[in-house]
């Protein structure tokens, strides 16, 4: 079989472009409107995606004044699409610096039985003070700690999903006996951050666990990815950069003694398709003209540590920027965004202009030839193993691709035309159902 | 308008009588079942009622060997059912003592949106060490200190809640604001066991909040519900005691200043139905014939904090137990099945009978005229607003209630015959959607 791609949506309330709410078809109250997410998830099935994804953060951004602020809490809002949809596997973003290892575990455990193995998990450690503040911390906890924290918290999540055998329910009616109470294996895991005794209150699920995603790309983020992720998401910019974090994270999956095929690597792209590339083109301008620009400065100097004034709109990023080992934060985003700026020589409202669009992600405007071309080419040149859809502008962006990008994917037999038989989401990215460490003597891994 | 009564659907697995799984008709996997639960929570809108009801803990109890274990997350199943259905309020239960105020308001606000306006929460405190040692406890923290955590708790999630003023959305394009910064309102708030800088990152729901439930009945219990709950379950005997419970609930909320009215009660109810007197007895004796009496005495020994073998299966409870201030678990529980054995002169098979079939609740078996003759004493008599109602055994018992009773209930003009308009849950329980304390200066309170 030759390979496929694999097509993740990323969906954001009226789109991933900043000023995309501010288009006269745009719903303001998108991030709050359960029909908004419905006719996405569907139209994303329709063009037989593998997976829709939210993104998110216990943390109300910026002010409201800017743009849409706040959402729906992903698992939530993914158990709601889980109802609407048959096929597309459902991937929510959820903190490990801010989630008790057993609640957590049970709820993802909870929506792929009610999804029919359909769940997936970003595993994130959410940068920022801001988040920290809502839970009982002054500050945000060291970059190191996160990480540490995170493999803690997946490592009892493990066992958590792996503490019911998949045949301990016997169901003996006339004995009386409901369950073999030798297939259960509690944790009992006592360390650094975690202290959890007892199995989960839930069987495992059709998946086994969720499809684990990952998308830090810092050292710590890598190394974790290569030992526990299943599908990456990243930002890249060029074809160049994309092929080296291919080979690498691939490099580094296998050193970790697992099969590299079984960590998919899917960057984003955020594409800006027209029928014509002039159309493309004027449809990129008129969302930067509806940017607003005090705004920008503002939290791009938040993203790069900067007090306010630190920037100037009409002139490049200034000189003496920290490196990135001085950034607590989203480490890998920000060398991502001030090399962008310093190899195109960009302005700050130049930069402002580019990052508004997929805030690093690759932005592409052009015809859906040309989006299926650049697709094919990084797909085929060893930088993707699919594709992490980002809209500009939610619902219209999401239809085009639809009706004019996957339809030549499909032609060029670079994507499936219809589902088939109901797969689960692990299935959905070739990856096999994990065997229980407890049969195995040995963490799940795949 | 005529008082009417309140109905709760309370749903579990196979029922609430703990032998229901082994029953010819029962699906033993009816805990993990998304169809189940869906099928139940239609009948249940089939019987107008006004909400239906998940119980829940964070822990696997017992052994599996006994009976069905572990559940689906309710807020997760809710967000399931809220798509399934179109008017019945669902009520999930989910414990302060093992989250965090920030994701479970917000999860509670999620629903809230995504269902219309018909979420609420049963709060609980959670007892015992199984639940504890999963969250990096060692021991149950003290009754007291987990009502004290609790009321903090409430404060912080009234604070979240009314974190967004209704009309902070302003939504104007053309001059690129979104939102009023001015009517976000972040609750800085640093107490004993939270601190909780930032505001809520979804905007305030149908309801203002949820629908707040409490079910604990010791004297922590009901000064916590005469001060934060909207409806409060609770597990009576008899009338005299229901009478009792009601009156002090309702004086206790008048004396925190609240409107008595806006705190409704409602007694749970287990109803063996038969179409004769003789066939709900033969019913009764059918279910209590299918409990595995060794398992029973365990459990027993388990809730009145004996060691194993204290108790003897045809003999009294020993004497010298110990008296409800030593309990730190579910205090007015203990209470209640050490008085209903010792005034009832039951043995322990006789004691693990009647608990069998509802852990202490009322168990009545009759014709649904006799079940509806009940209710409507207890009614009329100052007993309940309502009830939570425990089918024995599921889906069947839901069935034979919303088939038998509920017409009996229309027809003496105790029940609503349709829903009407859509209403959110506050509304169907006749309570007002709070205002926003930020614009009243006093915490919201109904
Ligand atoms: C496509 C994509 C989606 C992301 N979504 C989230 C998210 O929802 N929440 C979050 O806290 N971080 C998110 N991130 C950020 C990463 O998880 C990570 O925090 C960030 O890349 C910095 O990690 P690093 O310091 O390891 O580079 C996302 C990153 C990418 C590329
Ligand atoms: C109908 C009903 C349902 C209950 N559901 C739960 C539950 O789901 N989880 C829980 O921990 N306790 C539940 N309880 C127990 C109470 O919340 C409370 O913990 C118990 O009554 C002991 O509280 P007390 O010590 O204040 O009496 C329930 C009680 C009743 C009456």
Known sequence: MPRKLHLNAFLMNTGHHEASWRLPESDPYAHVSLEHYVRLARTAERGTFDSLFLADGPQLWNTVAQRPAGALEPLTLLTALATATEHIGLIATASTSYNSPYNLARRFASLDIISGGRAGWNVVTTAGAEAARNFGLDAEPAHAERYARAAEFLDVALKLWDSWEDDTIVADKAAGVWGDDARIHPPRHRGTYFSVEGALNVPRGPQGYPLLVQAGSSEDGKRFA?????????????????????????????????????????????????????????????????????????????????????????????????????????????????????????????????????RGHLTFAGTPEQVADTIERWFSLGAADGFNIMPPVLPSGLDTFVDHVVPILRARGLLRTEYGPRQTLRERYGLPRPANQHLTGVPALV
Chains 1, 2 share one sequence.
């Open 226 to 358: 290569a030992r526990y992720a299943e599908a990456v998401f990243t930002a890249q910019q060029t074809l160049a950069d994309a092929q080296d974090f291919y080979a690498d994270l691939k490099a580094r999956t296998a050193a970790a003694g697992r099969d590299p095929e079984h960590l998919k690597v899917l960057p984003g792209i955020v594409p800006v398709i027209g029928s014509t590339e002039a159309e493309a083109l004027a449809r990129e301008r008129q969302l930067e003209d509806h940017i607003v620009h005090e705004h920008g400065v503002r939290r791009l100097e938040e993203l790069l540590r900067l007090g306010p004034g630190s920037l100037v709109l009409d002139a490049e990023l200034p000189d003496g920027l920290p490196s990135e080992d001085a950034i607590e934060g989203a480490k890998s985003r920000y060398t991502l965004i001030v090399e962008l700026a310093r190899r195109e020589r960009l302005t700050v409202r130049q930069l402002i202009g580019r990052l508004g669009g997929g």
